[in-house]
């Protein structure tokens, strides 16, 4: 039996600061979050710094980009004023996600053959910086193929459908999707790019897609901060951690 290299996890934690933003308050601290993720076994810590700065904010940044031991992974839009904070910072990872202003979450992937001369020039800096850049799109091979073109490290793929099927019980097209999601996965990984994935993962969702063999990476954000309402943030991280080591081993 073959064994799956181990998937890690990286902690999105841009609902702490949601939480501490509702309030106007200093509290509860993004940072503390991410330094309790790495406690409980999380491999990176993911922040998204919005144009309207809605949850994470540029101090944020700049505390995790000098604080953390792990990796930061910077989520940002592809525009001239996150260009310059990530080249400021120089993060780890800095994955490029579609942004817009009315949309209450990330709501689908780039659409990176459409904009692969732009693309190509935003990241080429981000790269000679030394940042592993990463496109979050769908799992459509003629994506996958315009960011290997473009020269992305990683591609990051959007698993918010799959998620969504299964919990509206519409189990037969989750599968559906689950199976393009692998396809997209093998695609990506034949051309040389580093398979990651996420957005709208929980405990009942993550086994499937952690058994995919090319991923290296899981994103997961929102609901593990919710579930640490219930049984506090380190439990959740390291019970998600828990699930994905068993699907690995499943899967191997």
Same mark, same amino acid.
Do not use: W
């Given at each position: 039996?073959?064994?799956?290299p ?28 991410a ?9 990176? #810590?993911?922040?998204?710094? +919005? /144009?309207? &700065? ?5 101090? $944020?940044? *700049? !505390?995790?980009s @000098?604080? %953390? ?16 904070i ?5 993060p780890?990872?800095?994955? #490029?996600?579609?942004?817009? +202003? /009315?949309? &209450? ?5 780039? $659409?990176? *053959? !459409?904009?692969? @001369?732009? %693309? ?7 790269r ?39 919990? @509206? ?18 695609l ?27 991923l ?36 191997g």
């Amino acid at each position: 039996m073959t064994t799956l290299p181990r998937l890690r996890l990286g902690v999105n934690i841009d609902h702490v600061a949601t939480l501490r933003n509702a309030r106007g308050s200093n509290y509860p601290d993004p940072l503390r979050a991410a330094r309790l993720a790495e406690a409980a076994g999380a491999d990176g #810590i993911t922040a998204h710094l +919005r /144009e309207d &700065r809605r949850h994470i904010t540029d101090p $944020d940044i *700049a !505390a995790l980009s @000098a604080a %953390l031991t792990v990796p930061l992974n910077f989520e940002m839009a592809a525009t001239a004023e996150m260009q310059a904070i990530a080249l400021r910072h120089r993060p780890h990872a800095v994955c #490029i996600v579609p942004e817009k +202003r /009315e949309e &209450r979450t990330t709501e689908g992937g780039l $659409d990176v *053959a !459409a904009d692969e @001369a732009r %693309l190509a020039n935003f990241i080429a800096p981000l790269r000679d910086a030394g940042c592993r850049v990463s496109l979050f799109i769908g799992h459509e091979p003629r994506q996958i193929r315009a960011a290997a073109r473009i020269k992305a490290a990683v591609v990051e793929l959007h698993t918010g459908a799959y998620c969504d099927l299964h919990h @509206a019980g519409r189990l037969a097209e989750r599968d559906t999707e689950r199976a393009a999601l692998a396809r997209g996965a093998t695609l990506a990984h034949s051309l040389g790019l580093e398979v990651h994935a996420g957005h709208g993962l929980t405990f009942d969702t993550v086994a499937p897609i952690a058994a995919l063999p090319e991923l290296r990476e899981l994103n997961i954000g929102h609901f593990l901060i919710g579930e640490a309402i219930f049984v506090g943030l380190k439990p959740a991280i390291a019970h998600m951690r828990q699930l994905m080591d068993a699907a690995r081993t499943k899967a191997g």
